[in-house]
């Protein structure tokens, strides 16, 4: 009986968060949210016409801060910091980046 009771509150949780990622539309992303592996929400960010090579950015959502009263504000500001790791996941190169070719001193 305790099962069915977690997955009543996880269900719950999930359509929290649901309801209030549909109040985000972007032009080249797409927002929701899935039960995780472990049980919980995670926040889910994937490309609406993903390029080659791109991934689908999932970043766990703590029960904690989902019934939390500040949640709409903490959901937003999770979202954008998401969203710049998922772009910043995304570089091929970076000047950081080292190849044998950044190592050879112009000519």
Wanted: aromatic content about 10%.
């Amino acid at each position: 009986m305790g099962g069915s009771e977690s997955e009543h509150a996880d269900q719950a949780l999930l359509e929290k968060v649901r309801r209030e990622l549909r109040r985000y539309r972007h032009l080249a992303l797409s927002f929701d949210a899935e039960r995780s592996a472990g049980g919980g929400v995670e926040l889910v960010i994937r490309f609406r016409n993903p390029p080659p090579g791109a991934h689908v950015y999932r970043a766990p959502l703590h029960p904690r801060d989902v019934e939390s009263s500040q949640f709409a504000w903490n959901l937003q500001r999770y979202l954008y910091d998401c969203m710049h790791d998922y772009l910043v996941e995304l570089f091929i190169t970076t000047p950081q980046s080292r190849t044998e070719e950044d190592d050879t001193e112009p000519s």
